[in-house]
């Protein structure tokens, strides 16, 4: 013989509430789903989205360092506020290399503007066109050999140095006027600990 069956009584949460029906039941795991995913999914893809950032900031920064003469694009701001040297926004040809020593830290910038980029550029550096002397090349053979910069006869030079009181830098500019609708500017800024 079989023993009887014997049903539970109803828990005190069941007490009273019909079955929950087919549909509810899917319903109710779909959101918890849905839940998971987005409690889950969304941290994991920020923390990917992240680490590639990291791992691409990395890689700039040892572009950077390991630069043996000029490189292509803006310095940035930071850089550039650093070593005072403001670069107009629609230059062209813009380039530079930053070189680093325990005696003092140089920032070479080249660039071409027009004459309001270049009026702009000295402005900021709190100086004018009438103090750029003609024939005058600021930018030593040492350091224009450090990125291949020619700063010879052939050209219509005409240069100025800003002398600033420590801690800022000395800023020598070089300017190539040449073609005075495109000036091409070269800068060296030199700051010293």
Known sequence: MTPPVTQQ???????????ESRRRTIARRCLTAVVIVLLIGIPAGYLLI???????????KAKVA???GLTEGFPSRMTRRIYDVPIPGRALDVAYYETNNWKSSRLYVQFSTIPAG??????RLGTDRA?????????????????????????????????????????????????????F?????TATP
């Open 131 to 183: 103090a750029l002397e003609d024939g005058r090349i600021t930018i030593s053979e040492r350091d224009a050999g450090v990125v291949g910069w020619t700063l010879g006869p052939g050209r219509s030079w005409a240069g100025t140095t800003i002398d600033q009181k420590d801690p800022q830098p000395t800023v020598d500019i070089t300017v190539d006027e040449t073609d005075p609708a495109h000036p």
């Open 9 to 19: 009584p109803p828990s005190a949460d069941d007490a009273g509430k019909p079955p």
């Open 66 to 68: 390991s630069a043996t």
């Open 185 to 189: 500017v070269r800068v060296v800024s």
């Open 50 to 60: 992240s680490a590639e950032q990291s791992r691409d900031s990395g890689r700039d």
């Open 118 to 123: 270049l009026d702009w550029f000295l402005g």
